[in-house]
């Protein structure tokens, strides 16, 4: 096969490719074998049918179309070992010359994975974080704690507050007539939450225990019941009780009724040692990504834009899933949060592009420094995703190479093991 190749920008590459006679002959005849063995023609069984009656059935064309779809793929990867490139998207395919008895030639237009240029990435220098525990933080866990185990009591004749959980029963009205699913009994609404409609809440406040309030509202026009969106409605309320949150006092005895501590000073010092611990395990990851982050921004590359739209699809596919997983689906939420697909991508690009450089350069790295993944590493990153799915080891690796996926996890863990080089080196300040 002859390969030349023509450059035409900086990630634009034609590669014209020229496959020998012979071989095209050979993918003429199994295209023949293929097609023979699809086509149901009378008077003839499956596979028998002579070429010169498939030909006149199917056309010559149909026959040459086949024979390119099955050499030209290998040809095509052949070509890219030979000229040492490195796709990242399908190849525009052009024929140049198609014909029984001749060479078979083909231009193939490939994006090639772009050269990064490696700047400093060892001995980088980034900020040590702060892991001091300040003591107002300390103060506010134990306030937390002790808001966890409060109690809500009855406030008897209390006017209602915000902060105040009114008790009620209510029945919702439009146009003099009760609407279904406007109506509930014995609901424990927070004043100030804005759990319901908007002017809902506000117009309970100054009220008390027995007393019966008309509450005037405006659904939202983007309301979730298209039948109530933007529309006036009546409440009649009455309010049932109210309730407020009676917190308990930080002393010995409530530290010995919540836990394993007998004295607030020991949960004290338990709370501060978590924090810290918090404190410190933030600190690293931070140390972690901005030295990874620092090695990136030392480095220059000009990316391909097919490269950047591809992660953006990616992502919006991630998207979709995450959302129809939760009971919604991309539409309605585009529609609840006033967006758009354009609006979505733009908000993707800048971090697509970092992503992808961040990707590049711990390729780059990787193979600077001779990394690479053994037997031995892909072994223990499927014993790691195993335990994680809480699966048997044998069955994750099963599936790993049954869907091909060996190779993308060995690039993975290439680039953890860059990641690691790189942040093994760093100089915390």
Same mark, same amino acid.
């Given at each position: 096969?002859?390969?030349?190749?023509?450059?035409?920008?900086?990630?634009?590459?034609?590669?014209?490719?020229?496959?020998?006679?012979?071989?095209?002959?050979?993918?003429?005849?199994?295209?023949?074998?293929?097609?023979?063995?699809?086509?149901?023609?009378?008077?003839?069984?499956?596979?028998?049918?002579?070429?010169?009656?498939?030909?006149?059935?199917?056309?010559?064309?149909?026959?040459?179309?086949?024979?390119?779809?099955?050499?030209?793929?290998?040809?095509?990867?052949?070509?890219?070992?030979?000229?040492?490139?490195?796709?990242?998207?399908?190849?525009?395919?052009?024929?140049?010359?198609?014909?029984?008895?001749?060479?078979?030639?083909?231009?193939?237009?490939?994006?090639?994975?772009?050269?990064?240029?490696?700047?400093?990435?060892?001995?980088?220098?980034?900020?040590?974080?702060?892991?001091?525990?300040?003591?107002?933080?300390?103060?506010?866990?134990?306030?937390?704690?002790?808001?966890?185990?409060?109690?809500?009591?009855?406030?008897?004749?209390?006017?209602?507050?915000?902060?105040?959980?009114?008790?009620?029963?209510?029945?919702?009205?439009?146009?003099?007539?009760?609407?279904?699913?406007?109506?509930?009994?014995?609901?424990?609404?927070?004043?100030?939450?804005?759990?319901?409609?908007?002017?809902?809440?506000?117009?309970?406040?100054?009220?008390?225990?027995?007393?019966?309030?008309?509450?005037?509202?405006?659904?939202?026009?983007?309301?979730?019941?298209?039948?109530?969106?933007?529309?006036?409605?009546?409440?009649?309320?009455?309010?049932?009780?109210?309730?407020?949150?009676?917190?308990?006092?930080?002393?010995?005895?409530?530290?010995?009724?919540?836990?394993?501590?007998?004295?607030?000073?020991?949960?004290?010092?338990?709370?501060?040692?978590?924090?810290?611990?918090?404190?410190?395990?933030?600190?690293?990851?931070?140390?972690?990504?901005?030295?990874?982050?620092?090695?990136? $921004?030392?480095?220059?590359?000009? +990316?391909? /834009?097919?490269? !950047? @739209?591809?992660?953006?699809?990616?992502? *919006? #596919?991630?998207?979709?899933?995450?959302?129809?997983?939760?009971?919604?689906?991309?539409?309605?939420?585009?529609?609840?949060?006033?967006?758009?697909?354009?609006?979505?991508?733009?908000?993707?690009?800048?971090?697509?592009?970092?992503?992808?450089?961040?990707?590049?350069?711990?390729?780059?790295?990787?193979?600077?420094?001779?990394?690479?993944?053994?037997?031995?590493?892909?072994?223990?990153?499927?014993?790691?995703?195993?335990?994680?799915?809480?699966?048997?080891?044998? $069955?994750?690796?099963?599936?790993? +190479?049954? /869907?091909?996926? !060996? @190779?993308?996890?060995?690039?993975?863990? *290439? #680039?953890?093991?860059?990641?690691?080089?790189?942040?093994?080196?760093?100089?915390?300040?």
């Amino acid at each position: 096969m002859k390969v030349t190749a023509e450059k035409l920008d900086a990630h634009k590459t034609v590669l014209e490719l020229e496959i020998p006679q012979p071989e095209v002959a050979k993918a003429i005849d199994k295209a023949y074998q293929r097609l023979a063995g699809k086509v149901n023609i009378p008077g003839f069984r499956k596979g028998k049918v002579p070429r010169k009656v498939l030909e006149m059935r199917l056309g010559k064309a149909a026959l040459l179309d086949e024979a390119f779809d099955i050499i030209a793929p290998d040809a095509y990867i052949e070509a890219l070992k030979e000229q040492n490139i490195e796709p990242v998207a399908r190849p525009e395919l052009e024929v140049v010359k198609l014909e029984e008895g001749q060479p078979l030639v083909f231009k193939a237009t490939v994006i090639a994975k772009p050269e990064i240029t490696i700047g400093e990435y060892k001995g980088l220098k980034v900020e040590k974080p702060s892991t001091e525990v300040d003591a107002t933080d300390i103060e506010k866990q134990l306030d937390n704690l002790r808001n966890r185990h409060a109690k809500m009591v009855v406030a008897e004749n209390a006017v209602i507050d915000k902060g105040d959980f009114a008790v009620i029963d209510f029945e919702g009205f439009m146009d003099g007539e009760a609407f279904k699913g406007g109506e509930g009994k014995g609901y424990p609404l927070e004043i100030g939450a804005g759990a319901f409609i908007p002017g809902f809440e506000d117009q309970l406040i100054g009220h008390k225990a027995g007393d019966e309030v008309d509450v005037n509202v405006t659904f939202p026009a983007e309301y979730q019941a298209k039948d109530l969106a933007g529309k006036e409605a009546l409440f009649k309320v009455k309010v049932t009780d109210v309730k407020r949150k009676e917190i308990p006092e930080l002393d010995d005895d409530f530290v010995k009724e919540i836990g394993e501590f007998n004295t607030v000073e020991e949960l004290r010092a338990d709370v501060a040692n978590n924090l810290k611990k918090d404190a410190e395990e933030k600190a690293k990851q931070k140390i972690r990504s901005s030295a990874v982050q620092a090695a990136v $921004d030392n480095a220059s590359v000009d +990316i391909p /834009e097919v490269m !950047v @739209e591809e992660h953006i699809d990616n992502r *919006l #596919r991630d998207l979709d899933i995450r959302l129809q997983n939760s009971g919604m689906n991309l539409e309605k939420y585009l529609e609840f949060t006033k967006e758009t697909i354009e609006s979505i991508r733009n908000s993707y690009r800048e971090s697509a592009i970092n992503s992808i450089k961040t990707e590049l350069l711990l390729d780059a790295v990787a193979k600077a420094e001779g990394i690479e993944v053994s037997a031995e590493d892909l072994d223990a990153e499927i014993a790691m995703m195993a335990a994680a799915y809480q699966a048997p080891v044998e $069955d994750v690796k099963r599936i790993i +190479i049954q /869907e091909g996926r !060996v @190779e993308t996890l060995s690039r993975s863990i *290439l #680039r953890k093991k860059a990641a690691e080089l790189i942040i093994n080196a760093v100089v915390a300040e």
